[in-house]
């Protein structure tokens, strides 16, 4: 983690102490999506890191593009019951990027969501965090007056619909 600017650093151990102070012990799930993949998936990369520093047991996926029932199928499943690799402590954190994470259908299972955004996308209404990644030297926590939102704001699509 030696890569990191002063900045993304004190940024991802904000993040990290608000998802630990509110999920601290168990089998936990992070979910990090965006409406670009790398940066999401860079970020997912970092907060697991910042996390295992932390002394968490961290396991770190990248799901790409999945739908409900495969999400549940191939990682949230194994994760819950320790069948999936290098899960099998009960005090395990699953650190998930991937897309359609944080749609309706799927973001209940997750304790803590991270939504990456750049440029002129709009923040995700139904997460923990926005961050604002356009500078990913110097990511930012974004607020926003989520009211002025439409509801589908954040729901991907499958390729078909």
Known sequence: MDGLSENRRALLESV???FLQNSWRGRRLVAVEGGSD???ARFADDVAAILAERG???VRRSVG???EAELRRGTVEPFRTGALPGADGDDTVLVVDGRRLLNDAVRGIWHFTVWTLAGDELPHSGVNVDVDVTDESSPKRYFYDLCKLPPSVGERRTASA
Do not use: F, L, M
Request: aromatic share 0%; charged share 40%.
């Open 16 to 18: 990290a102490t608000e």
């Open 38 to 40: 790398a940066p999401a």
């Open 56 to 58: 968490e047991r961290v």
């Open 65 to 67: 593009d999945v739908d």
